[in-house]
């Protein structure tokens, strides 16, 4: 739940309960000082639900840029902090406050029944609007070409989008990866065959790049050139990412640890890749090699937790440096510490 979302809710149902509160007329309203006076204090409160609501889209906005349903709620936020406005405005002004709330509320009916016509003319087009807002983040770099929304050009915001389209395409050589996945978004007709399109030019660089880096521990076969083929693109995304970062000394931040870790697997070489994420974490995976290439991905276990291990990046070190066992719980288990890390079941 967003919080321009929670905050307009809250502000909707204070203006829901002031408009029960108050009631078409005084003679009608809620009896007794309290409920009044709580009534009042409520009325003045909105502006600030409202307000903080504005803030939070415009947060967003200025972090993702315009959407339609960003668009959407933009309008939404606006209409509630006009509606707080007014109350407060009535509230604060002394007597005869609760006629003009009364009138407040016929006004900006007025106003959202406006506004919901405007929708529907092009003067508010939240698709063109949004397809401005992301090539022009794209244009001047505040987004890569992982976050320009061309899927959403393609299959969701309409003749604005396709325009958008065309825009982007407009002078780029036909095999720049822009191009290419104009071509594919316009291409395939849902939106996981077109990030695996993606992913499928991604692959060589990302292995070429973790092969570079990648270490190797204990007694095992090189890996061939193509070993990562048959590994799901963003698991080889995740690997070179972790290699990319580095230990305090300097060292890459991944490891692969030859040994025969399961008995239940024959012919196949078994091993355990270490690799630091985002946090300074070890994060730890299982694989089984075959003739030289990954042919699958395993989790990984901690038997000592019984849970998934928890290994900061000194973990890596100390794998590098020969600090570690391969020895029997059950099956044998990769030990670094007081962790025993063994194939997940």
């Not at 995976?285 to 290439?293: A, E, I, L, Q, T």
């Not at 849970?307 to 900061?312: A, S």
């Not at 440096?321 to 020895?327: E, L, T, Y």
Request: with cysteine; proline share 3%.
């Amino acid at each position: 739940l967003s919080a321009a979302t929670a905050l307009m809710g809250s502000g909707l149902a204070a203006i829901t309960l002031i408009s029960a509160a108050l009631d078409r007329s005084d003679a009608e309203a809620v009896r007794g000082g309290v409920l009044l006076w709580a009534s009042r204090a409520l009325a003045v409160l909105v502006p600030l639900l409202a307000g903080l609501a504005v803030w939070a889209v415009v947060l967003r906005v200025r972090q993702y840029g315009w959407t339609p349903e960003r668009l959407m709620a933009g309008t939404a936020a606006a209409v509630l902090l006009a509606y707080g406005l007014a109350y407060a405005a009535a509230a604060l002004r002394g007597g005869g406050w609760m006629a003009r709330v009364r009138r407040a509320n016929v006004a900006m009916a007025l106003v959202v029944i406006a506004l919901a016509a405007l929708w529907l003319t092009p003067l508010l087009n939240a698709q063109r609007i949004a397809v401005v807002s992301q090539i022009a983040r794209f244009e001047r770099g505040a987004a890569t070409l992982d976050e320009l929304a061309l899927w959403e050009m393609a299959h969701d915001w309409g003749h604005a989008g396709a325009r958008g389209l065309e825009r982007l395409a407009a002078g780029q050589a036909e095999e720049s990866e822009l191009a290419l996945r104009i071509a594919d978004v316009q291409k395939h007709g849902s939106a996981y065959q077109y990030r695996q399109s993606i992913d499928a030019r991604r692959l060589p660089a990302l292995s070429a790049q973790l092969a570079e880096r990648l270490e190797f521990r204990g007694a095992g076969m090189p890996l061939k050139p193509g070993a990562f083929a048959e590994v799901r693109p963003y698991q080889v995304e995740a690997w070179a990412d972790g290699c990319k970062r580095s230990l305090p000394d300097g060292r890459a931040g991944c490891v692969l640890v030859w040994g025969d870790f399961s008995k239940g697997l024959a012919n196949v070489r078994q091993g355990m890749v270490l690799y630091l994420d985002g946090a300074n974490r070890t994060r730890v995976v299982f694989v089984r090699v075959r003739d030289g290439v990954v042919e699958d991905v395993d989790t990984v276990t901690d038997a000592v937790k019984g849970d998934w291990p928890e290994l900061d990046a000194g973990a890596i070190a100390r794998v590098m440096d020969g600090d570690f066992q391969i020895r029997p719980s059950w099956d044998k288990a990769l030990w670094i510490g007081g962790a025993a890390l063994m194939r997940g079941r």
